[in-house]
């Protein structure tokens, strides 16, 4: 497989944030379970916008059955809206 940077990527904001959800608060699982990297969830697709796939703001931390319902969260739809208005202007 091809690196795309998103491991380096995530173990940095592994050590940057807070080992607990940006959603709910909840404690995430540690580093090391099979479900670690499944904690990382994008706010606009990375397949839709490339460019985005490794920007820090475009990343939430969030137990992985949160990535599911992630657009049912406020602090998500806000995160989006910002980023989309950033890309496309308003």
């Not at 490339?50 to 657009?71: A, G, V, Y």
């Not at 602090?75 to 980023?83: A, D, I, P, S, Y």
Request: glycine share 6%; with cysteine.
């Amino acid at each position: 497989m091809k690196p795309t940077g998103e491991l380096k990527l995530f173990n940095e904001i592994w050590n940057e944030r807070e080992h607990f959800s940006e959603f709910t608060g909840k404690p995430l699982l540690p580093k090391g379970h099979l479900k670690w990297h499944w904690q990382f969830a994008h706010v606009l697709n990375k397949g839709r916008f490339p460019s985005m796939r490794l920007r820090k703001d475009n990343i939430f931390l969030c137990l992985p059955d949160e990535q599911m319902i992630q657009d049912r969260f406020e602090v998500f739809t806000e995160r989006k809206e910002k980023l989309l208005i950033e890309i496309y202007g308003k």
